[in-house]
């Protein structure tokens, strides 16, 4: 059994293409939401297309395919088509998870966007509001300092 020599390192984690390709950037709700209609819109024609060729008794030809893709991924499931080989509910499996998925993050980008924008309207408002409160008792300071330097130029005390 032998060890490691000294001083050496272990490689860098593999990271896959897509991952740095989603991360080279800071993530924002905005490409959050790109990536996920983009995987969402790939996985909707692929899975159309795919769903033809593993069930084509159901499905005879891409057309159908894709209209159940897009019933599927959007929730709506008319039943007007439905898999019915084990290799098509497999299929039908993945797209109404990822459907679901979709739906629940765009449904989160649009509520974090809403969120952000009343936050920086608040945040905007309170700062203006301070600032004017900074500048008055700023203001009364100066009035109080130009008070007590002139009462100490004129040499005269406060009356009792």
């Not at 039908?92 to 809403?114: D, K, Q, Y």
């Not at 100066?142 to 130029?153: H, N, P, Q």
Request: charge should be positive.
């Amino acid at each position: 059994m032998t060890t490691p020599a000294s001083g050496a390192t272990a490689p860098p984690p593999a990271s896959p293409r897509g991952l740095h390709f989603l991360f080279r950037k800071p993530l924002t709700a905005r490409r959050a939401a790109r990536t996920i209609a983009l995987v969402t819109m790939s996985l909707t024609v692929i899975s159309g297309v795919l769903i033809h060729f593993t069930d084509e008794k159901t499905f005879p030809n891409v057309g159908d395919g894709l209209w159940w893709a897009i019933q599927t991924v959007t929730t709506v499931g008319y039943g007007d088509l439905v898999p019915g080989s084990t290799t098509g509910r497999l299929v039908a499996t993945l797209v109404m998870v990822v459907g679901i998925g979709f739906l629940t993050v765009i449904t989160a980008t649009i509520t974090s966007a809403f969120i952000e924008s009343a936050r920086r309207r608040l945040e905007g408002t309170e700062t203006e509001t301070l600032a004017a409160q900074l500048d008055h008792i700023s203001k009364r300071l100066d009035a109080i300092e130009a008070g007590l330097k002139s009462i100490a130029a004129h040499g005269s005390s406060p009356q009792r």
